[in-house]
């Protein structure tokens, strides 16, 4: 049973239901976004045309994690995710390190998508012949929108990201049944499956762009303490989530290829990122015409708007939580008489994030290959790193008590042992093709892959710290029911 009550002032209520945290998830994921980005650097850089068995791994290896995850979440009371999992298997140090690794994975890619956002928009005001200005001021434009939305009750930015998605993934289906009816530039074929095609030297680099797509994959215990009925919501939205976004991704891909035929997509993807060329708004307007290829673009700006308004919830919920047990200032804790919000917390990711937005442009940093592409560099390290210590907890977890375990070996021994060898082989994958996530030369790489481990490390010397002040311990989420 659940020990969330209503009656608790001082912590998080709400309604959402499955749909509403499934939406969370999959705008912090960007769909559009991935699609139109992440795809064509997996065709070009990876594999090729066997790019779709590269998101296709990555979508198996979010599914086996979410095996172990899934049987952990009844037992984890606290809506901290990831870092209340990590504190429950692993103890109260690894648990503050890890609450700390996601805060900066968070903080990063949020500022990443905020510069993202500010050249999206200006090179779409520039292409349908409006004035040049600045990419920052779009920028701070959108920190302000999301300032409101964020301030206000869950509710709302579920509404106002549940609009989004179903627009942006609208055009993409539309235009994947349009090329698959059409046949595509050679018919349908399946050579993308092919191991000749698919397993090739560059799968690795597929794999990878197809990992990032999933950054905000724990957002569904996130919001455990809004959810309607946390024991059932939180792993159905974690299982339809991961399901949604890989088919989604893999189809999506292979539709890319079938349009543009096999032989001809990784030149065409290369021209993409080059420069020369738009793979998924060209392919749109073949297949579906110009005024789909005009709206899929403006969808492209909703999509990065309701990914970052989601990763916003996310952040101003992490600090919350850490606040409630102590380890952040306990204003942060405080919730809105009104809109039953972390509104203080909020408030100060808002600043946060102007802060790194002025940093960045005094710095003189490139919007989109260096804002961008540096910060999803650390938070791709952060993330997978989030999920391996995640799943160690599992393990270690369900070792303490085989009592919980003894008649679900699957979920709780065989898929978490699995997960952890595949979360393992995914971040030497990662930091092995480094400078190609981030755009940077292998110095810079080098430092900015170590800047999620630098935090892991901090967060588990203050966990320490506490214990030798004689500061009580934070309490796993769920212990004292063993």
Request: glycine fraction near 10%; proline fraction near 4%; hydrophobic fraction near 55%.
């Amino acid at each position: 049973m659940d020990n969330t009550t209503p009656a608790d002032p001082t912590r998080l209520h709400g309604s959402l239901g499955t749909g509403s945290i499934v939406f969370m998830v999959i705008a912090a994921a960007a769909p559009l976004t991935v699609i139109g980005g992440n795809a064509p650097i997996a065709l070009a850089s990876g594999n090729g045309a066997g790019a779709p068995v590269g998101f296709l791994i990555a979508s198996l290896v979010m599914l086996i994690f979410s095996v172990g995850f899934v049987a952990m979440t009844p037992h984890v009371k606290e809506a901290g995710a990831f870092f209340s999992y990590v504190t429950l298997g692993l103890g109260q140090r690894l648990g503050l390190g890890t609450a700390f690794m996601a805060l900066v994975a968070y903080t990063a890619i949020q500022a990443g998508v905020y510069g993202y956002m500010g050249w999206a928009v200006g090179d779409f005001v520039r292409h349908s012949g409006g004035p040049t200005i600045p990419w920052w001021i779009y920028s701070l434009l959108t920190v302000a929108i999301v300032a409101y939305l964020g301030y206000r009750h869950i509710d709302l930015s579920a509404k106002v990201l549940g609009v989004a998605l179903v627009l942006e993934i609208a055009v993409v289906v539309i235009m994947n049944l349009t090329i698959f009816a059409d046949g595509g530039a050679q018919g349908i074929e399946f050579s993308s499956f092919a191991p000749s095609t698919a397993l090739t030297s560059g799968l690795g680099v597929a794999v990878l762009f197809a990992l990032t797509g999933f950054i905000g994959f724990e957002a569904t215990a996130v919001f455990r303490d809004e959810a309607r009925q946390p024991a059932r919501t939180i792993p159905r939205a974690t299982y339809l989530a991961v399901l949604i976004i890989g088919v989604f991704y893999t189809l999506s891909v292979w539709a890319l290829v079938i349009a543009n035929g096999a032989g001809e997509v990784a030149g065409i993807a290369q021209k993409t990122l080059d420069g020369d060329a738009n793979l998924l708004l060209d392919t749109a307007e073949l297949y579906t015409g110009s005024v789909m290829r005009d709206l899929m673009q403006v969808l492209l700006l909703t999509s990065l708007f309701a990914c970052v308004l989601s990763f916003h919830n996310v952040l101003a919920r992490y600090q919350f939580t850490l606040a409630r047990q102590g380890t952040l200032p306990r204003r942060l804790a405080r919730i809105h008489p009104r809109h039953r919000a972390p509104s203080y917390a909020s408030l100060v990711q808002t600043l946060t994030a102007l802060a790194l937005m002025l940093l960045c442009l005094a710095l003189g940093l490139d919007p989109l290959t260096q804002v961008f592409g540096y910060m999803a560099g650390i938070a791709t390290v952060g993330m997978i790193g989030l999920m391996l210590l995640t799943t160690l907890a599992s393990l270690a977890f369900f070792r303490r008590h085989p009592e919980l375990a003894w008649q679900r070996r699957w979920q709780t021994r065989i898929a978490p042992s699995l997960a952890a060898l595949l979360l393992l082989a995914s971040l030497l994958l990662v930091l092995s093709n480094f400078t190609l996530v981030t755009g940077g030369s292998i110095g810079i790489s080098a430092l900015l892959a170590l800047i999620p481990l630098l935090a892991l490390l901090v967060g588990a010397l203050f966990g320490r710290a506490r214990a030798m002040a004689g500061e009580a311990p934070l309490s796993p989420p769920g212990a004292g029911a063993y």
